[in-house]
């Protein structure tokens, strides 16, 4: 019983003292030992490790990608447009004692950032016109940004994964103006569409028009050719035919044409030399 | 009082007495002890439901991976566990906010995050949903935090980046497929290297619009088209309509023709038939006939007509026979007039 108690008792100060001594480092943090306030070691890989207790104690870091999210600045390009650039940043404590050391914790990391990437975005966005910056420079940009910004943050045990430009958008009196613009273009693209239709139409109907005087034209050609033929064969159906006595034709022609003149009412003056009337002077 | 009190202080007295052979009590002691230590032992027992994975990690560092199912690790604080479920595809929204998933389903716009800057520096609206998954737990657990907010600033600014490079007309049409997948290709080219181990599933574009204070212009373009169009069907119309008719116009207009064509030769044949039977009866009595039809002829047309006969003999001279102002001669009664 004696011996019983006596191990609980051992237990219990093992666990005590190893309480005091022993920590873990989560495979999330990194850590560094301070004696008396004053940085001994640090520990970037997770794992149990001892310290000595009383004397020493421990700070953690955060070892994954930290966020740096700034408030949207206003920014003027090379060609003196504002624009409001909003930004992110992914960083890492990579030196967790110079960490400390110069700028001690996340707050001052914030601060610190803060001068160098708005700085930096700052140059590097006023050397590109707008549409620059909004397209093909874009990627570049944020490469050039993120390397220098990174080159100085290393001074505080700090490394910059990326400088990223979330958003760039204009001023709201800008927008304005976009919108009018893009009215404007819109406008002219509509107006352009239906004068397209117009003329498109105007196309269509004068062809069809030409079209129509064609066809009745070729069909007048048509018309005016076999009108002929008929005339022509006419012609010379009679000619063959009257040709055979053309005296005869033209008295029996002339009867045929007196009779379709001298309709009703006609006055005639009949000379008695006649060969109608010559049996009225000499019976 | 004081009697109250030290009855109080017997019992507990007795109490004390008691607890030392309770605890002490070498059986007792050793069933609680093998109890206790075996529930350290079971603490360590944990399940993996079937969309996670169990990352355990010892004194702090990642050892091994667990499979769905009921599972082992040493106890506390020598081992830990956690289970990212890893095959739950998540979801987050760029330009509006899914309020209540209905249905019906309810929608917030968010004009500051959905509007955006196009190439040639148009701003167009665009919302889009981006679904990621985890597919290393390690680095997903390890590397990063505020996975939510990782996936949506980086999906955000992938999102206007690609939409950048573009030029409105194309954002707005034809580029929606290209959008998207330029978008889940930079997303996921930047968590990898945030070392996220996060998996964009996809990039879906719900929608791409102009602006609100632009719309109607847009929509106006929209139905210059129809018009355009309209107008160029209208004109075929009229092609389809006129055409047809100019043709049968003409069909008439030559078979007129034709039909006048024919209808000179056959009155050519008629009237010569007719001619040459009667030049064929004439030739046997030349004189007669002729003398016979110019009578007939006359016989037919003079009773009809107002005669003025004049003998030439006497009167030499037409003129002066002329019944200038007497038109009694000129309108000497026939016999159609009078009636």
Do not use: C
Not at chain 1, 97 to 108: C, K, N, P, R, S
Not at chain 1, 146 to 169: F, H, L, P, W
Not at chain 2, 157 to 175: C, F, M, S
């Amino acid at each position: 019983m004696k011996k019983g108690t006596l191990l609980i008792i051992l237990i219990v100060v093992i666990l005590f003292l190893a309480n005091l001594s022993l920590f873990i480092v989560d495979e999330t943090k990194q850590a560094i030992v301070l004696q008396f306030g004053k940085p001994i070691r640090a520990i970037k890989e997770p794992g149990l490790n001892w310290k000595v207790p009383f004397i020493q104690n421990v700070v953690f870091f955060e070892d994954r990608l930290l966020v740096y999210d700034a408030a949207p600045t206003e920014i003027i390009t090379k060609d003196k447009k504002t624009l409001i650039v909003d930004n992110y940043a992914r960083w890492k404590i990579i030196d967790p004692l110079e960490f400390l050391q110069t700028v001690h914790d996340l707050i001052g990391a914030q601060a610190r950032l803060d001068d160098i990437i708005y700085s930096e975005l700052r140059v590097d966005l006023g050397l590109f016109d707008m549409s620059e910056i909004v397209s093909e420079r874009r990627e570049g940009i944020m490469k050039r940004v993120t390397e220098i910004s990174n080159e100085k943050a290393n001074t505080y045990g700090i490394e910059i994964i990326d400088v990223r430009i979330k958003r760039v958008d204009l001023p709201p009196e800008n927008e304005k103006y976009i919108f009018d613009r893009m009215k404007a273009e819109r406008e002219r693209i509509a107006k352009q569409y239906r004068a397209e239709g117009q003329e498109e139409s105007a196309k269509i109907i004068a062809e069809t028009e030409r079209e129509k005087t064609v066809i009745l034209a070729e069909a007048y050609k048509t018309a005016q050719t076999l009108k002929g033929e008929g005339e022509a064969e006419a012609i010379k159906i009679y000619a063959e035919s009257f040709n055979q006595d053309p005296e005869f034709y033209k008295f029996y022609r002339t009867l045929e044409a007196y009779r379709k003149t001298f309709i009703d009412k006609t006055t005639v003056l009949l000379s008695t030399d006649s060969d109608f009337l010559k049996y009225l002077s000499k019976p | 009082m004081p009697d109250y009190y030290d009855e109080e202080k017997e019992k507990i007295i007795n109490l004390a007495e008691k607890i030392p052979k309770l605890i002490f009590s070498k059986k007792i002691f050793g069933i609680i002890l093998v109890l206790v230590i075996a529930l350290y032992l079971a603490s360590g027992i944990f399940i993996v439901a079937p969309d996670e994975q169990g990352v355990v990690r010892r004194f702090g560092k990642f050892v091994r991976i667990e499979s769905p199912g009921l599972n082992y690790h040493l106890p506390y604080p020598i081992e830990t566990v956690v289970t990212p479920a890893v095959t739950r595809v998540k979801r987050v929204e760029i330009g509006f906010r899914t309020i209540s998933p209905g249905p019906p389903v309810r929608y917030q716009k968010l004009p500051a995050e959905a509007l955006m800057l196009t190439g040639d520096e148009n701003i167009v609206s665009a919302e889009a949903i981006v679904q990621y998954k985890i597919k290393d737990p390690v680095g997903y657990l390890f590397n990063i935090i505020l996975p939510e907010e990782t996936v949506k600033n980086a999906a955000e600014a992938a999102l206007r980046q690609v939409i950048g490079e573009r030029k409105i007309d194309e954002a707005l049409t034809v580029g929606k497929y290209e959008i998207q997948e330029g978008t889940k290709k930079l997303l996921q080219d930047l968590l990898d290297s945030y070392k996220s181990g996060i998996f964009v599933v996809a990039v879906q574009l719900q929608d791409v619009n102009p602006p609100n204070e632009v719309q109607e212009a847009f929509k106006d373009v929209a139905s210059a088209k129809e018009d355009k169009s309209k107008y160029i069907n209208q004109a075929q119309g009229y092609e389809n309509d006129l055409i047809p008719k100019a043709r049968g116009e003409a069909v008439q207009i030559t078979k007129e023709a034709e039909g006048y064509k024919i209808e000179r030769i056959k009155k050519a044949e008629g009237d010569v038939a007719k001619f040459n039977s009667i030049l064929t009866e004439y030739k046997k009595g030349e004189y007669i006939t002729q003398a016979r039809l110019y009578l007939e002829t006359m016989e037919e047309i003079l009773p009809n007509m107002n005669k003025v006969i004049v003998d030439l003999k006497e009167n030499q001279s037409l003129i002066n026979l002329l019944p200038l102002g007497d038109t009694s001669i000129l309108t000497a009664p026939s016999k159609e007039v009078a009636k």
